[in-house]
T-cell receptor, first 113, second 112 residues
Framework: AQSVTQLDSQVPVFEEAPVELRCNYS??????LFWYVQYPNQGLQLLLK????STLVESINGFEAEFNKSQTSFHLRKPSVHISDTAEYFC???????????WGLGTSLAVNP | NAGVTQTPKFRILKIGQSMTLQCTQD?????MYWYRQDPGMGLKLIYY???????DKGEVPNGYNVSRSTTEDFPLRLELAAPSQTSVYFC???????????FGPGTRLTVL
């Protein structure tokens, strides 16, 4: 069975510091990987995704994630965070051309001044 | 494009009442999903649909019903509301199971 584990439920950081949000998955078949972001009192929106090709994917607001097949990970990173990055971040996996996503429980990123 | 719209935004129900949460998308997506989100519990899939006339149960379908008579609409029905159904409900749609899911703004439901 497929599963997704987000290793940190809360990550507090100071503004302009680097951050890494960790995501591991388990699957014996090929996967599609996603990071979604949820700002306070809003719905989720796609941050970035890996479908195929380059293992390093980037978002328009400076986040990046790297697909590591050997370690079954898809960690999200940003070299310098802003207050506006404060949000809940969800990792999700679609394995084996499934009809639905498997979701992690989320990581709450709190950026402090 | 409006994307995915949900109504109402907020609702308070008494135990035993029923209601329908509305969801509409204008992107001609085949796939539609209903999730509930509880603090610290992530997203739980209630029901999903891969096209008009086709629906399937997710992880937590008990106490809910859905229908998909058109591509655009995917209403979620609560028949006998219970306090355990207090949650935030999100509708989402996508072109396929591997594609980006687009989420509505959510409905915050309280059952007292």
């Amino acid at each position: 069975a497929q599963s997704v584990t987000q290793l940190d439920s809360q990550v507090p950081v100071f503004e302009e510091a680097p951050v890494e949000l960790r995501c591991n998955y388990s699957s014996s078949v090929s996967v599609y990987l996603f990071w979604y972001v949820q700002y306070p009192n809003q719905g989720l929106q796609l941050l970035l995704k890996y479908l195929s090709g380059s293992t390093l994917v980037e978002s328009i607001n400076g986040f990046e994630a790297e697909f590591n097949k050997s370690q079954t990970s898809f960690h999200l990173r940003k070299p310098s965070v802003h207050i506006s990055d404060t949000a809940e971040y969800f990792c999700a996996v679609n394995a084996g051309n499934n009809r639905k996503l498997i979701w992690g429980l989320g990581t709450s990123l709190a950026v402090n001044p | 494009n409006a994307g995915v719209t949900q109504t109402p935004k907020f609702r308070i129900l008494k135990i035993g009442q029923s209601m329908t949460l509305q969801c509409t998308q204008d992107m001609n997506h085949n796939y539609m999903y209903w999730y509930r989100q509880d603090p610290g519990m992530g997203l739980k899939l209630i029901y999903y649909s891969v096209g008009a006339g086709i629906t399937d149960k997710g992880e937590v379908p008990n106490g809910y019903n859905v229908s998909r008579s058109t591509t655009e609409d995917f209403p979620l029905r609560l028949e006998l509301a219970a306090p355990s159904q207090t949650s935030v409900y999100f509708c989402a749609s996508s072109y396929s199971g591997q594609d980006t899911q687009y989420f509505g703004p959510g409905t915050r439901l309280t059952v007292l």
